[in-house]
């Protein structure tokens, strides 16, 4: 079985997200998968896809003040600035983390450790709604 199908997230401020239960609410197929993949891809250049953990979230505004320390912003030796000082950062902060995350599924649920979500990163200061391409491969459960 392959599914694929596109599913919109609403805007969210610059920062790390947690988005597993956001995804998974638009994808009640995911209930029919007896063992398969979950691959999810973002439609966008300025932000990116993690799993990462799931409960504190302090780790997320470590994330955010990690990666704004490592990739700062107004750097003079930026050439691409017409977007604003927080795109080309975005642009690379994305490069670093990647476009996609695959997920293993197992009776119908995400097979992630329980302390493991799917982060959205959003980069930009505003950053609008984002766009997933999510593909689902596998056997359906037997009824």
């Not at 982060?119 to 009824?143: A, P």
Request: aromatic residues 6%; hydrophobic residues 35%.
């Amino acid at each position: 079985m392959w599914l694929q199908k596109e599913i919109r997230l609403g805007p969210k401020r610059r920062g790390f997200h947690l988005i597993t239960q956001e995804v998974m609410t638009q994808l009640p197929e995911l209930r029919t998968v007896a063992i398969g993949l979950l691959h999810v891809f973002i439609k966008h250049t300025s932000a990116s896809l993690t799993i990462n953990e799931n409960a504190d979230p302090t780790v997320r505004g470590d994330f955010e003040r990690y990666f704004n320390h490592a990739v700062p912003e107004d750097e003079p030796y930026y050439q691409h600035v017409d977007e604003g000082s927080d795109d080309m950062p975005a642009h690379l902060k994305s490069s670093i983390l990647g476009a996609s995350v695959t997920i293993p599924l197992t009776s119908g649920r995400l097979n992630m450790g329980i302390w493991q979500g799917i982060y959205l990163c959003e980069h930009r200061n505003h950053g609008g709604s984002r766009t997933l391409l999510v593909t689902i491969q596998g056997e359906m459960q037997k009824t």
